[in-house]
T-cell receptor, first 109, second 115 residues
Framework: GQSLEQPSEVTAVEGAIVQINCTYQ??????LSWYQQHDGGAPTFLSY????GLEETGRFSSFLSRSDSYGYLLLQELQMKDSASYFC??????????FGTGTRLTVIP | NAGVTQTPKFRVLKTGQSMTLLCAQD?????MYWYRQDPGMGLRLIHY???????AKGEVPDGYNVSRLKKQNFLLGLESAAPSQTSVYFC??????????????FGEGSRLTVL
């Protein structure tokens, strides 16, 4: 089976940098995805890491270490609109994308 | 582009009633999924389809049925609703298998309450 661990809540100041960690246990690892979900909204894809290292997309970066079964999402120059829940996910059995329970990020002025 | 559209967006049912949630995508995706999201439990896969005319069970399929008669549509049915099925239901689609890119496109969700 799969299991994912991420912090339940994180609070950070506007303009700062925040890192959201995710550790995983899965058989047949393919890659680690990150999704953003605002309250009442749909999950939105942010990034996918299949190989070790850092992937940067604007203010957001995602890192993967396959040997450590660990990844993180890095948000820079935080804005109030970044307040949302962030989910890491890994492909599971039978075409499933297995999601963690999410990290609620609150950005404060 | 509308992307993935779900109807209805809100519904209240009484225990034992039946209903169908409709998902439509206009991206010509092969793969479609139904997830449910409950507080503190993330998203869990109910059923999925790898192409027109195919369906398969996911992680939590009990109490639900699905059909994919047309490539663009994926229906989720509740035959006899139970309070435990109170949840937010998300439909998603992908062009390729989730293992290739990890990217799913989600609808806005359907909020179901079973009394």
């Amino acid at each position: 089976g799969q299991s994912l661990e991420q912090p339940s809540e994180v609070t950070a100041v506007e303009g700062a940098i925040v890192q959201i960690n995710c550790t995983y246990q899965t058989s047949g690892f393919y890659g680690l995805s990150w999704y953003q979900q605002h309250d009442g909204g749909a999950p939105t894809f942010l990034s996918y890491n299949a190989l070790d290292g850092l992937e940067e997309t604007g203010r957001f970066s995602s890192f993967l270490s396959r040997s450590d079964s660990y990844g993180y999402l890095l948000l820079q120059e935080l804005q109030m609109k970044d307040s949302a829940s962030y989910f890491c996910a890994v492909p599971g059995g039978a075409n499933n994308l297995f999601f963690g329970t999410g990290t609620r990020l609150t950005v404060i002025p | 582009n509308a992307g993935v559209t779900q109807t209805p967006k809100f519904r209240v049912l009484k225990t034992g009633q039946s209903m169908t949630l409709l998902c439509a995508q206009d991206m010509n995706h092969e793969y479609m999924y139904w997830y449910r999201q409950d507080p503190g439990m993330g998203l869990r896969l109910i059923h999925y389809s790898v192409g027109e005319g195919t369906t398969a069970k996911g992680e939590v399929p009990d109490g639900y049925n699905v059909s994919r008669l047309k490539k663009q549509n994926f229906l989720l049915g509740l035959e006899s609703a139970a309070p435990s099925q109170t949840s937010v239901y998300f439909c998603a689609s992908s062009r390729v298998s989730r293992a290739d890119t990890g990217e799913l496109f989600f609808g806005e969700g359907s909020r179901l309450t079973v009394l």
